[in-house]
């Protein structure tokens, strides 16, 4: 991992995990901020992957709630109806999700964008529409379900700071995991298809296995992250997954920046911190989200990052 | 560069975060057990005592929300104005919880932790409440609901309090009349939420208890509003009577869809059906039933007593009537507190939640709340009414003058 | 039984099908996308509650204002937003998600304006329903039929047989070569969102009396407007109010037949399929590759 790595990064990489270990005991006292940092950590991963798809793949997902809830619903019904312990029924749900994802790209990828969003509105309104009126009540229906602890080697993570901790290992992990792709062949590959699927697929990339890889990868980060969800309140109900749910993903992509590893984490942080500022001032919420997301794509097309990198490029012009 | 830009943003994030969390002296404990007793310090370290209230106030449940929260906003105004509770003022910290049970989770923790509520008016969906029981019962703090669903109380928690009717209770008053009706058929229409569910269960067991035939039970989708299909299934049923139970907005659509279709019997709606409701079905609206504590108003000088008081006060303050029950759960939360905070001679959240207990002849919108029994419930029973041109009429009165014989005969 | 089915489901399909030729002239003159039309549909029926019910202007005068309106809404969201997002070059999925946005803004600004209570819209004829097949109608749903179709006929009219509609055609094929012809794209482009959004406007002042009106009024039906233009094939004017029959008739008939909790998981699925199988849709229309 060392040689991938230039000093900058490192430094960078640094500053995130020092901050990461210390913010619960600087938030000791409050169990609700040391919440909202397992929300933010959740969301990072989930974004992170939609981050593959959209910014390294260049396809659009809208419907990407649908895989968070597969993942949540899987493992707390997994858990209720088996018994199998939580730490793997997470697993096995991000895996389904994985496949159900595969199965859904292969078709979709070969629609135009627009046509690519409105399928996966649609898949996203199936899964919703299933998990609030499934077959036998298996999913509780409207009534949700409830759902217990996550044990790590029989550890309990019953409390928001053990859950915590946890959960930036994972972020740390699935960072790893998409760095490690997009620093090989794949993310390469990925790239090129991006800027020009044509000419990648005449120099003999196989456009269509990359393109749904990246919807493979970003359902199995979403789908671990809605688990995560799942035994972090420990009750989850069709409310949780609806259409909003698969806007925010996008907005705190959008306005983070999309392609980078830092775009998320900028994207996460302040649309979640925003999230908490408006708390009070409640039902403008809608509106701001939509007010922020025009915002980010009238003049912001490139988020937070690509401000950054303008100015950056500004700069360095100004030197010369 | 970026990343360095990434670990800023996060030290900000600290920095934003203890600027704008309160001081509090809980120190987090694993959930399940009890919380730290730092509850008594409560009154001496802030001068205020702190409601919470957390509902939906936007998306389709918005209507609800807001005139509760209007009602609980004027209640504490005049609380303010008569001195407080126990010499305290009052100030409420409001969330929206998007009727999101977990968006409704977090602000519940935040109230109970961070913002030190002494008690909370707590979310009008049921669904958000029965994903917050563990933590209302790790934190203690009195929440109050304007939730009508049974299972809110029957987990037994001491620490929910419901301020309106129990749906089961109305159910009880419906099959009393069905049994004076006489009534041989019925059928259902409901909503896909949990509270409604609920109620359509408890109406199907009730009827099999009472030897009444369940034809059929029809849903209707959140978000949908055309009722065609379900309506017309109903139709063929031809069933003596039909139940309904769905959130505010289909309500109407449901009447007046199913008049349409030609249906002429009696419809029963699980809670009161409000003016706003009679208002879009219009003529539609003959003949609904249902049995409710409260009612709504199209002039408050139709209302009497307490409830006049409370409907002139809410227009003077808001330019117009409540529409929705649930103005009428707030303010009857606030009433109640009142009250507790009187008997209790304390405002801590421990000894709210006791007093409450001991309340049995409160008079509130509703009538009288009495909350003995020690489940939570306040209401024990309602009163049955029938729509007929836009008014509210008594309906055991109607059944008893022989009336329904007549009705039955006009429609057959 | 049958029969109230199926006229329901051809009302139902009606109210699909005018979304749907909104989304199809958008496209056809535009070659873009725009989930906002739905959204503009609930502004329609609160402007009409506005001007007909509480101002008591006589309906035609309302109708004329409200098309006014929204006539200029839908030009100045295209002129504020999707012009801005074209010139900078954004991929289009952008212009989509802007629209998105716009969507959002709507809704939740309809509930801060007009208030959450669900309103009541009275009935704009003076008989308020109609007797047909032993049940009774909402004129305004007979009206709805009328209507869809008289706009379907006059849209494909403009469209084909004008020399302003293939203008507006020329320009979304290929804007460059449309302006070597000297058609002014911008201006068309305009025209056409402006047109839309009057077709918005139309279908929720047809809406507010049937379902009342709400801030949510128009969204759900908004998603499956697309439903109904892809089936009938996304551009095409005698498609969209085709594909709406046939997505309301499914509709009303499963609900009818086989159970109503699965009505939307049946709209959606067969979207998907289309869009997997068939995305040029029952009239086959090419789809515009930007």
């Known amino acids: ?320 | 560069m970026r990343k360095i830009i990434a670990g800023v943003l996060a030290v900000s994030m600290i920095l934003s975060m203890t600027a704008c969390g309160g001081k509090t002296t809980n120190t987090e404990t694993p959930a399940g057990t009890s919380a730290s007793g730092s509850q008594e310090s409560k009154i001496e370290s802030k001068g205020e005592f702190i409601l919470g209230f957390c509902s939906p106030l936007s998306g389709s449940n918005a209507e609800a929300g807001m005139q509760c929260l209007n009602a609980v906003k004027l209640g504490v105004r005049q609380i303010n104005e008569r001195g407080g509770l126990n010499g305290q003022q009052i100030k409420i910290i409001s969330y929206d919880d998007e009727a999101n049970p977990a968006t409704s989770l977090a602000a519940i923790i935040k109230l109970s932790t961070t913002d030190d509520a002494n008690a909370i008016v707590g979310s009008l969906m049921s669904s958000c409440i029965l994903g917050q029981l563990d933590t209302i019962n790790q934190y203690k703090v009195p929440v109050f609901t304007g939730g009508t669903s049974p299972s809110l109380t029957s987990q037994g928690s001491k620490y929910i309090f419901r301020t309106t009717m129990n749906q089961d209770y109305a159910m009880n008053d419906i099959m009393a009349a069905y049994e004076e009706m006489g009534v041989k058929t019925a059928a259902l229409f409901t909503a896909q939420d949990e509270a409604q569910i609920k109620s359509g269960e408890q109406f199907e067991k009730s009827c099999e208890e009472k030897g009444i035939e369940v034809l059929g039970w029809e849903y209707c989708m959140d978000g949908d509003t055309d009722y065609t299909a379900q309506c017309t299934r109903l139709m063929n049923m031809n069933p003596e009577v039909i139940f309904f139970a769905a959130p505010s907005q289909p309500q109407p659509l449901f009447v007046k869809q199913i008049r349409d279709m030609g249906y002429k019997g009696t419809l029963w709606n699980k809670e009161s059906f409000q003016q706003n409701g009679i208002q879009i079905a219009g003529e539609n609206s003959n003949y609904v039933c249902f049995s409710w504590p409260c009612v709504s108003y199209v002039d408050a000088n139709d209302a009497t007593g307490i409830m006049k008081d409370f409907l002139m006060a809410y227009e003077a303050e808001y330019g117009a009537l409540p529409t929705s029950d649930c103005a009428y759960r707030g303010y009857d939360a606030v009433l109640v507190l009142e009250e507790a905070c009187k008997t209790a001679n304390a405002n801590d959240c421990q000894s709210i939640a006791d007093a409450i207990v001991t309340i049995n002849q409160l008079e509130a919108l509703g009538g009288v709340m009495d909350f003995t029994s020690g489940t939570g419930e306040g209401y024990q029973k309602g009163q049955l009414y029938y729509v007929n041109d836009g008014k509210y009429n008594d309906f055991m009165q109607w059944l008893r003058d022989g009336n329904y014989e007549a009705f039955k005969e006009q429609i057959n | ?290």
Not at chain 3, 84 to 104: C, N
């Open chain 3, 1 to 290: 039984m049958l029969i109230t089915l199926f006229v329901s489901g051809i009302v139902l399909g009606c109210i699909y099908g005018i979304v749907a030729l909104g989304y199809s002239l958008i496209y056809k003159a535009s070659g873009l996308m725009s989930f906002a039309q739905g959204d503009l549909m609930t502004v329609g029926a609160y402007l009409g509650i506005t001007f007909y019910s509480y101002m008591k202007l006589p309906f035609f005068i309302s109708i004329i204002l409200i098309g006014v309106i929204m006539f200029f809404l839908g030009m100045g969201i295209e002129r504020g937003v999707i012009r801005r997002l074209r010139r900078k070059g954004v991929e289009p999925i952008y212009v989509v998600l802007a629209t998105i946005a716009i969507s959002f803004i709507i809704q939740n600004g309809c509930q801060k304006v007009w208030g959450p209570v669900m309103l009541n819209f009275p009935s704009i004829f003076k008989t308020s329903t109609i007797q047909l097949f032993g049940r009774n109608f909402q004129t305004e749903s007979i009206f709805t039929v009328i209507a869809s179709f008289t706009i379907m006929a006059i849209l494909q009219f403009f469209m084909k047989k004008t020399k302003a509609g293939t203008a507006m055609r020329a320009s979304a094929m290929d804007p460059i070569a449309a302006k070597a012809c000297g058609i002014n794209v911008n201006i068309t482009t305009g025209l056409t969102w402006g047109c839309a959004g009057c077709t918005a406007a139309l279908a929720g002042v047809l809406m507010g009396p049937l379902y009342g009106v709400f801030s949510t009024l128009g969204s759900q039906i908004g998603t499956k407007g697309f439903a109904a233009a892809v089936i009938g094939g996304y551009g095409n004017f005698v498609g969209s109010i085709v594909g709406g029959l046939i997505l309301g008739l499914l509709e009303t008939l499963t609900s009818g037949y086989i159970s109503s909790n699965y009505r939307d998981i049946i709209s959606y699925t067969v979207l998907i399929l289309f869009l997997f199988i068939r995305p040029w849709g029952l009239f086959n229309e090419r789809t515009i590759k930007n």
């Open chain 1, 1 to 320: 991992m060392s040689a991938f790595i230039g000093n900058r990064n490192r430094l960078g990489i640094m500053i995130f995990i020092i901050v990461g270990l210390v913010l619960p005991l600087v938030f000791s006292a409050m169990p609700y901020a040391v919440l909202v940092c397992c929300y933010i950590l959740i969301y990072l991963i989930a974004v992170s992957g939609f981050d593959v798809l959209v910014g390294f793949s260049g396809q659009i997902s809208m419907g990407h709630a649908a895989y968070y809830c597969i993942g949540a619903y899987g493992s707390a019904m997994l858990h209720k109806y088996t018994g199998i312990p939580v730490f793997f029924t997470m697993l096995i749900a991000a895996v389904t999700a994985t496949l159900v994802g595969t199965l859904i790209a292969w078709p979709t990828t070969k629609l135009v964008a627009h046509f690519m969003s409105l399928a996966t509105i649609a898949f996203g309104n199936i899964v919703f529409q299933l998990v609030n009126t499934s077959p036998g009540r298996i999913t509780g229906d409207a009534n949700g379900l409830h759902t217990t602890y996550l044990s790590v080697f029989g550890y309990e993570l019953n409390t928001y700071t053990r859950f915590y901790y946890f959960a930036l290992i994972m972020v740390l992990l699935f960072m790893l995991i998409k760095y490690n792709l997009l620093h090989s062949r794949v993310g390469r590959a990925m790239l090129a298809i991006r800027e020009n699927d044509h000419a990648a697929n005449g120099m003999g990339v196989n456009v269509r296995f990359y393109k749904v890889a990246a919807f493979a990868v970003s359902a199995f980060f979403a789908a671990y992250a809605g688990a995560m969800f799942a035994h972090l309140v420990r009750y989850i109900s069709p409310d949780s997954f609806k259409q909003t749910v698969s806007v925010m993903f996008l907005t705190m992509l959008l306005f983070g920046g999309t392609a980078s590893m830092s775009g998320p984490i900028i994207g996460v942080t302040i649309v979640s911190l925003l999230n908490e500022a408006l708390r009070p001032a409640s039902s403008y919420k809608m509106l701001v989200y939509g007010v922020l997301l025009l915002f980010v794509i009238l003049i912001f097309p490139g988020g937070i990052l690509g401000v950054m990198r303008s100015m950056k490029e500004k700069i360095i012009q100004k030197r010369k």
